[in-house]
């Protein structure tokens, strides 16, 4: 088992975090069923937005991605990209083009690490050149999500993972100013704990470290999170967030400085490195399993409550249970198709998360349901059914999450619902 590396309940961890806080206020509502996994596998190769990952299978929530190996003070630590600020770059290393990360160290240098590149030996003509990191994730502390009375907020908390005071998945070679999105999931040289997660990511489940790269080079094996972008269902990774409790919600490694990246409500504009993800605090809760196709259904789960009482938050990821494991079901704002410039060129890796809170009123009332794009959530805003927490008005709740969006479910996210009409809510 990991040893505990942060000690303490949830208000222990509570000072200077923002979820944390805003949860003392939220509360169970809603008891419609619903599931995200819908009967197909392996998604076709033309649903992935990030091209070099494989297999990535819609039921049993998860995709493969290429592993890079790479140094921290003599220590091998393993990691994975997904994203690039270059849009050349991007498309030579079959990752997804992010030019607004090249804002992020915008009044936080430390958000994005400077790495250097160490030589590859001249006798290995298909290894690649080892990455020296000057910081680097605690993978050792044990994952704990106790949930309290109405489920959300948590009874106990505590991330799986921590980064040091120099660790950001964002990374700049020096000399040059391309940043990268290139998370670490694992460190040693193994065996890799995939089972209760000591020297990997809460979301590895299984590592393959061979150095085969004639053939398909070390790969990693991650659990996926369901969510939505452009009412479409899409999968993506969870990696990072600057809050503890959402860090342990997602699974994701704690990264505190992070909340600083340009800028707080930061979405499309001029020296923004973020886009805006929405969550929900209080949304309908699944109370007994829907069958695995009941993706285009009414009334499906979402939020915070749900996930916390329902979404096998207690236990581990592992090969065996990732269909098992529900996610809060959150909504992207832009997904990077590179036939959509406009969703292509606003998307960033790293959301500016807005939490809403339906009203006493609109609970009530049964408004309360599965929201699925960013206009029709924003529309629920304007129409007085949700707030921001407590009662607070909706906007930025103050932290970061580094979710990368893997492959779209069904229909391509490229279009935004704008004609909801919200008073044929039932």
């Not at 973020?274 to 809760?285: K, Q, S, Y």
């Amino acid at each position: 088992m990991k040893r505990s590396a942060i000690h303490g309940t949830g208000a222990a961890l509570a000072a200077g975090a923002t979820i944390t806080s805003l949860a003392l206020a939220f509360a169970a509502s809603g008891t419609r069923a619903g599931a995200e996994a819908p009967a197909s596998n392996v998604l076709p190769k033309d649903h992935y937005s990030l091209e070099s990952a494989r297999d990535v299978d819609a039921a049993r929530q998860t995709a493969i991605l290429p592993l890079h190996r790479g140094v921290h003070n003599g220590q091998t630590v393993w990691f994975i990209m997904t994203d690039t600020s270059d849009m050349g770059l991007a498309r030579d290393l079959n990752i997804m083009p992010a030019p607004k990360l090249a804002n992020i160290a915008i009044g936080c240098p430390k958000c994005v690490q400077t790495v250097n590149l160490e030589p590859v030996p001249k006798d290995n003509k298909f290894a690649e050149a080892v990455v020296s990191f000057p910081g680097v994730p605690d993978f050792s502390p044990t994952r704990i999500w106790q949930p309290g009375a109405k489920g959300f907020p948590p009874a106990k908390f505590q991330p799986g993972a921590v980064g040091d005071a120099n660790y950001s998945p964002f990374i700049r070679i020096a000399g040059s100013d391309v940043v990268y999105n290139a998370p670490i999931v694992a460190v040693g040289n193994g065996p890799f704990d995939v089972i209760h997660h000591s020297n990997t990511q809460d979301h590895v489940v299984a590592m393959d470290t061979t150095l085969d790269y004639d053939k398909d080079g070390p790969e990693v094996t991650l659990q996926l999170a369901h969510g939505y972008d452009s009412s479409q269902p899409i999968l993506y990774l969870s990696t990072e967030s600057s809050d503890p409790v959402a860090a342990t919600l997602e699974r994701a490694t704690y990264v505190p400085l992070l909340a600083n990246a340009s800028f707080l409500g930061g979405d499309d504009f001029m020296g923004s490195a973020r886009e805006r993800i929405f969550a929900i605090a209080n949304g309908p809760r699944a109370s007994q399993a829907s069958p695995p196709n009941a993706a285009a259904q009414t009334g499906q789960p979402q939020g915070f409550t749900y996930v916390s009482l329902d979404g096998g938050l207690s236990s581990d990821a592992t090969v065996a249970n990732t269909a098992s494991i529900r996610t809060s079901n959150n909504i992207q704002g832009d997904f990077p198709i590179s036939s959509e410039p406009r969703h292509e060129f606003s998307y960033s890796p790293l959301w500016d998360v807005q939490v809403g809170e339906w009203t006493p009123q609109a609970v009530a009332q049964g408004k309360a349901r599965q929201l699925n794009d960013e206009n029709e959530m924003l529309a629920v805003v304007k129409a007085g059914l949700m707030t921001g927490p407590m009662g607070a008005k909706f906007g930025s709740a103050g932290f970061v999450v580094n979710c990368p969006p893997i492959a779209y479910i069904a229909g391509k996210p490229t279009k935004d619902t704008t004609d909801t009409d919200f008073q044929q809510i039932p």
